[in-house]
């Protein structure tokens, strides 16, 4: 995930946060964008990678794969995870591996989290110049739509840990901040409260294809959240497809 500021405290507590996640469906529909263009990469940037479980999921799919994140937690518990992996605290608007890879993906809107427009744009310079000729970027972002829809007030109080989160929408900055409050039970029994802001911009889809194209990206497709099918007035989430020519 991405954000100086945010996923501080939540590390140790992530993968039990994100146990519904189906990471493995995902997976499945990464492997069907690439087999949709015929392309099988032998290696994978995964940038914003969070604890590293889809960095996982690619490296089983028998592929190099080396997760990026800007959080120095997240990083440690990916490392912790899979000792046999490639993880590396980085700033995904600013980072130089010195190599390049057949592929990068950036998901579970990660990019929203780059709220500025030139840091974002830099993000996608350094994945340009960490692509091989013919090289696909794959990421995922959330929509205005699913932003400004209160999609992120969520709450569950049953099971650990437990959370609330409350966001806020400007449609003037198009930003939008989610207070963020869970309650964690500590292996002694008691309850600790950690507290988070994070904040996600919604961009606009013509935005984001000239900004890909501002970095040398060609703009292949973009789809409606797991599907091949076009994005609407009402896509929560899509899915762009890059490549480096």
Request: glycine letters at 6%; proline letters at 4%; aromatic letters at 16%.
């Amino acid at each position: 995930m991405n954000g100086p500021g945010q996923y501080r405290e939540l590390p140790p507590f992530y993968d039990a946060l994100m146990k519904n996640v189906p990471y493995g469906y995902w997976a499945e529909y990464i492997e069907k964008l690439f087999e949709r263009y015929s392309f099988r990469p032998a290696s994978v940037l995964d940038v914003a990678c969070g604890t590293g479980t889809m960095t996982k999921a690619f490296a089983d799919m028998g592929m190099e794969a080396v997760g990026i994140d800007i959080s120095p937690g997240m990083t440690e518990c990916a490392k912790s995870k899979y000792p046999g992996l490639e993880f590396l605290c980085r700033d995904a608007a600013d980072f130089d591996l010195g190599r390049q890879f057949d592929a990068a993906v950036s998901l579970f809107d990660s990019l929203n989290y780059i709220t500025d427009r030139s840091r974002l744009q830099e993000a996608f310079r350094c994945v340009e110049k960490h692509l091989r000729p013919g090289g696909y970027f794959i990421f995922d972002m959330n929509t205005i739509y699913a932003l400004s829809m209160d999609f992120f007030r969520q709450a569950d109080l049953e099971g650990w840990p437990r959370y609330i989160w409350k966001p806020r929408w400007d449609p003037k900055t198009r930003l939008c901040e989610v207070d963020m409050t869970f309650e964690i039970k500590n292996e002694d029994g008691s309850i600790s409260e950690v507290k988070e802001k994070h904040i996600q911009k919604g961009y606009r889809q013509k935005e984001i294809l000239y900004m890909l194209g501002e970095a040398s990206l060609s703009f292949v497709e973009a789809f409606d959240a797991y599907t091949f099918n076009k994005t609407n007035k009402r896509s929560d989430r899509i899915f762009y497809v890059a490549r480096k020519d």
